[in-house]
T-cell receptor, first 113, second 116 residues
């Protein structure tokens, strides 16, 4: 069965620090990969997605993610976080032929001024 | 961007009653909608996939007679929690897919159900 693993459950950073959130999935075929963000009191929003092509994907708000097929990973990065990045981040995978997204457990990010 | 709206956003009910939650795609037609359940401090658990005009496909362990899903039109799907019990208290989130090719989902605001 497909699964998505997010290694960090809670991350605390100071403003301007660099961020990397890990995401690994278990599926050997073609995948579509997503990172969603849920700001406090708001609904899930798409940060970025990967379908094919350049494995380094740029998203909104300065986020990027790199798809490394050999490692089954899709880590999220941001060079310099802001207080407004405080949120919960979910990695999700849509495996080829599967009509649904499987979500990781999420990572709560707290950025202190 | 595509907008998905859920109603109600918050509902309290007595044990044994039924509650209906609506999910609407406001500016696009959604051939497929998904219902998720989110437990506190946990991820989203897919409950069922709802295709317009056909029966929903439920995930393993989800009681289809307990969680009735209807997708009567391309812009509306409903989730009815029948004979609700306190353990059904949760945050229910719907999402909709605009096109099959992208796989991208658009999420509603969620509906918090509390069963007393």
């Amino acid at each position: 069965a497909q699964s998505v693993s997010q290694h960090n459950h809670h991350v605390i950073l100071s403003e301007a620090a660099s961020l990397e959130l890990g995401c690994n999935y278990s599926y050997g075929g073609t995948v579509n990969l997503f990172w969603y963000v849920q700001y406090p009191g708001q609904h899930l929003q798409l940060l970025l997605k990967y379908f094919s092509g350049d494995p380094l994907v740029k998203g909104i708000k300065g986020f990027e993610a790199e798809f490394i097929k050999s490692k089954f990973s899709f880590n999220l990065r941001k060079p310099s976080v802001q207080w407004s990045d405080t949120a919960e981040y979910f990695c999700a995978v849509n495996a080829g032929g599967y009509n649904k997204l499987i979500f990781g457990a999420g990572t709560r990010l707290a950025v202190h001024p | 961007g595509a907008v998905v709206s859920q109603h109600p956003s918050w509902v309290i009910c007595k044990s044994g009653t039924s509650v209906k939650i609506e999910c609407r795609s406001l500016d696009f037609q959604a051939t497929t909608m998904f219902w998720y359940r989110q437990f506190p401090k946990q991820s989203l658990m897919l409950m069922a996939t709802s295709n317009e005009g056909s029966k929903a496909t439920y995930e393993q362990g989800v009681e289809k007679d307990k969680f009735l899903i209807n997708h009567a039109s391309l812009t509306l799907s409903t989730l009815t929690v029948t004979s609700a019990h306190p353990e059904d208290s949760s945050f229910y989130i719907c999402s909709a897919r605009r096109t099959r090719e992208t796989g991208e989902l658009f999420f509603g605001e969620g509906s918090r159900l509390t069963v007393l």
